[in-house]
């Protein structure tokens, strides 16, 4: 049987076995700072918490759409919603004094003197936090290669430039600096070849991933471009594609009901049937974002292609920094067949003051919510710190010699060497990220500092 034939039928089973919306689809409808009171939820907030809202979002990337305000917010607790502070920026976001300065400013219509202020904001937000523009970036012949980052041996992250956006944008997002349209602070390129010659040339790799923004914000013929070139012969190396999402949360309509989802989901096949492994990075932040029903349809459609969904997100405050919450959401991810995969902490950007989480709260979170789950959702690795040197787990917190401490490993390093290799620190109930952190037990540096 031939390959079309194949995957003809498949298709066919695919939508014969999972139910399909109506022929009469949503179209996105997504709303920016510019179309804030075009919003039909927002106008029932007090004119104050509309205005702190605006002034936030002139410094913070802000879009969302009607899925997200129709389905995912209650608007009758909106205040404590997790999903509305996920997405439409709040006032403690900046700090006190920031936010005067740009609300005054906003009142004198002055868009120059903003800009300025805004800009100077900014750059006071640590926009490319882990050393991503400097150390992540490869060269060849002395030349960065554009779109491409480069930090582990096996793994290549490629940003195609049609998806350096998102169908809402989060708070909290480490890569807000790609949507505040600033080229100088922008990973993308547009060209499948370069992607392509750039992992001829590198054969240790193993996994790439098509990340962003959001890739799934790509129609399918611009996507599969990019896609399918990874089934070049000369990249049997590379073995797994991985695909970086939020989309299931914030446009299931994606795989469903948009015009060109069942294409899409031929192309996931397509990859399968090629002996690729395809795996859908999805970002979740709180098991809210699981419940409407078209979200789980979505699950199901992509699953039945034969890719498997992985799962990951950060730890946050005032949002989902409870045990609770995160057992439940592992709980609803296994039940849908979804694999819990990574806890992070939040890293060090943007407005990290309103969600980070001290490191010893994070790893009793874990643990707790770890407590009270089944061994299928212990596969879920955390807290991990993105750092610069690499992906550094908390471990724990113990007594060694007398002197409390947190004890470490590398799950990822810029040098293979320190990949599982534990190391530790001392204890410090205020830290909440690596930099914050000393050597234990009187050393004046950590192994991979010297």
């Not at 079309?4 to 920016?32: F, G, M, N």
């Not at 790609?178 to 370069?194: H, P, R, T, V």
Request: charged share 25%; net charge neutral; aromatic share 10%.
């Amino acid at each position: 049987m031939t390959e079309t034939a194949t995957l003809s039928r498949s298709s066919a089973a695919l939508q014969d076995s999972i139910p399909v919306a109506p022929a009469e689809a949503p179209k996105l409808t997504v709303y920016t700072e510019r179309q804030l009171d075009k919003i039909p939820q927002i106008q029932a907030l007090p004119a104050h918490e509309r205005e702190a809202i605006r002034v936030v979002a002139n410094v913070l990337p802000f879009r969302v759409n009607q899925y997200v305000c129709e389905e995912l917010i209650d608007w009758s607790n909106w205040k404590n919603d997790p999903i509305f502070r996920l997405t439409f920026p709040q006032k403690e976001m900046l700090m006190p004094e920031t936010f005067e300065q740009i609300a005054d400013i906003l009142k004198t219509g002055d868009k120059v003197a903003l800009k300025d202020a805004v800009n100077q904001v900014r750059e006071t937000l640590n926009p490319h936090p882990a050393g991503q523009m400097d150390l992540n970036v490869p060269k060849i012949d002395g030349v960065p290669v554009q779109g491409i980052q480069h930090k582990y041996r096996e793994t290549v992250l490629f940003f195609p430039s049609q998806g350096q956006t998102c169908h809402t944008y989060c708070t909290f997002c480490f890569r807000w600096a790609q949507f505040i349209g600033d080229k100088d602070l922008k990973f993308a390129n547009s060209e499948a070849s370069a992607m392509v010659e750039y992992l001829k040339a590198n054969p240790q790799v193993t996994d790439i991933l098509i990340t962003g923004g959001d890739p799934l914000v790509m129609k399918t013929k611009n996507l599969r471009v990019y896609l399918e070139a990874l089934l070049d012969p000369e990249l049997e190396h590379v073995q797994t594609i991985r695909i970086g999402s939020k989309s299931l949360t914030f446009w299931p309509q994606r795989f469903v009901t948009d015009p060109d989802a069942d294409e899409l989901l031929m192309v996931f096949e397509k990859l399968i049937a090629s002996g690729k492994h395809l795996a859908f990075m999805a970002h979740y932040n709180h098991w809210r974002e699981m419940e409407p029903e078209i979200a789980r349809t979505a699950i199901r459609r992509i699953r039945a292609t034969g890719a498997q969904i992985r799962s990951q997100g950060p730890l946050l405050k005032n949002i989902n920094d409870s045990a609770e919450v995160w057992a439940q959401m592992w709980k609803t991810q296994v039940k849908l067949g979804v694999i819990p995969y990574y806890m992070f902490v939040e890293r060090d950007t943007g407005a990290r003051h309103y969600f980070e989480v001290p490191l010893a709260q994070a790893w009793t979170i874990y643990r707790d919510a770890l407590q009270q789950v089944s061994g299928l959702a212990r596969t879920v690795r955390g807290p991990s710190m993105s750092s610069e040197p690499g992906k550094v787990e908390i471990q724990g917190v113990t007594e060694v010699a007398g002197e409390k401490v947190f004890v470490l490993r590398f799950l990822q390093g810029r040098d293979s060497d320190w990949v599982q290799k534990p190391f530790f620190a001392k204890y410090d109930e205020n830290a909440t990220w690596l930099h914050h952190l000393k050597p234990a037990f009187g050393d004046s540096k950590f192994f991979f500092e010297k």
